[in-house]
């Protein structure tokens, strides 16, 4: 993998991590919700 794929790769890292957390910062469920879905979601993925 080229220098140029690297960065590329963690550039796009980087920007789906900061959607992940917009996301979620402005979801429309209570944060308590958002937190029950998401430790559901670990725990699915965990399986």
Same mark, same amino acid.
């Given at each position: 993998m080229t220098s140029r794929n690297k960065n590329g =790769? =963690? /550039?796009? !890292?980087? /920007?789906l991590a900061l959607?992940?957390? =917009?996301?979620? !910062?402005? /979801?429309?469920d209570k944060g308590s919700k958002t937190r029950a879905?998401?430790?559901e979601?670990?725990?699915g993925f965990k399986k």
């Open positions: =790769l =963690l /550039a796009f !890292l980087i /920007a959607g992940v957390g =917009l996301g979620i !910062l402005f /979801a429309p879905k998401m430790k979601g670990f725990r």
